[in-house]
C-alpha cells in the first residue's frame, strides 16, 4: 500500500509542476503579438486551406482549454481566447487542432486506431471503477472481481498511450506548417514550439499516471491473501 501512496504522490508532483508550467508558458506567449496580426481563428482557416482541407470548419467553443478536433462533424472547436486571440500562444493551439484535422484527411493511422477504440474505452472505464472499488474490498474472497476491473482498467491505459503519438504528431505537423510558410517570426515560432512541448508533456504525465495506477491494482491482487 505504501509503493501505491508514494508512486502516486511523485505522479501528482510532476504532473502539478507541468501543468504550472505550461500554465506559464501560455501566459508569456499570450503576451507574444503576432506581427502578420492574424487571429487563432485566420491561422486555423489558412492551414486548412493550404492542406486543401475544404469540409471543416472552424468555430468558437467555451471555456478555456476547451481546444480540440471533432471528427464526428468534422470542426476545429477553439476557446474563445484562443480563436480571437493574436498570438504565439493561440498559434499554437490554433494549428495543432489543425493538425489532428490533417491526420483525419490523411487517414493517420494512430488517430484512427484511437478513434476506434473510443466506444470501448467509454464503456470500459466506466465498469472498471465498480469493479476495481469492489474488487479491492472483495480481494480475499472474490479477487475475480478485482481481476475483471484490472482488465477494463488497462482498456484506459492502452489508450493513453495510443494518444501520446496522435498528440505529438498533430504538434509536428502544426509546426512544420508554421515554419513551411513562414506564419511566425523566430521569436514567435520558437514561443509556439516550447508551449506546444509543454503541453504535450502532460498527456506523458497522464499515461505514466495511469500505468502505475494499473501496476498498483496489479500488486494488490497479485499479494492478495
Known amino acids: 500500500m ?6 502516486a504522490g511523485l505522479i501528482a508532483l510532476v504532473g502539478g509542476i507541468v501543468q504550472s508550467r505550461l500554465k506559464s508558458k501560455f501566459k508569456k506567449y499570450s503576451q507574444l503579438s503576432l506581427q502578420n496580426g492574424m487571429s487563432g481563428r485566420e491561422i486555423a482557416e489558412k492551414m486548412l486551406a493550404d492542406h486543401g482541407i475544404q469540409d471543416v470548419q472552424v468555430i468558437s467553443t467555451k ?12 470542426t476545429v472547436n477553439l476557446s474563445e481566447v484562443v ?18 484535422a490533417v491526420q483525419h484527411a490523411n487517414a493517420y493511422s494512430w488517430l484512427q486506431f484511437r478513434s476506434k477504440m473510443v466506444p470501448t474505452v467509454n464503456v470500459t472505464g466506466r465498469l472498471a471503477q465498480f469493479a476495481i472499488m469492489g474488487g479491492i474490498f472483495l480481494v480475499n474472497s472474490f479477487p475475480q472481481l478485482l481481476l475483471i476491473g484490472i482488465v477494463f482498467f488497462a482498456f484506459s491505459v492502452i489508450f493513453t498511450f495510443v494518444t ?33 512541448s509543454w503541453a504535450a508533456r502532460t498527456y506523458v504525465v497522464a499515461a505514466v499516471g495511469a500505468l502505475s495506477t494499473l501496476l498498483y491494482y496489479i500488486l494488490i491482487f497479485a499479494g492478495r491473501r
Open 83 to 100: 480563436y480571437n486571440e493574436r498570438n504565439a500562444a493561440a498559434a499554437a493551439v490554433a494549428s495543432h487542432e489543425v493538425g489532428h
Open 63 to 74: 471555456g478555456r482549454l476547451t481546444d480540440h478536433y471533432n471528427p464526428k462533424d468534422k
Open 164 to 196: 501520446l503519438p496522435v498528440e505529438y504528431d498533430a504538434s509536428n505537423r502544426a509546426l512544420a506548417w508554421l515554419d513551411d510558410k513562414n506564419m511566425l517570426t523566430s521569436q514567435e515560432y520558437d514561443g509556439a514550439k516550447d508551449a506546444l
Open 2 to 7: 505504501l509503493f501505491g501512496y508514494v508512486i
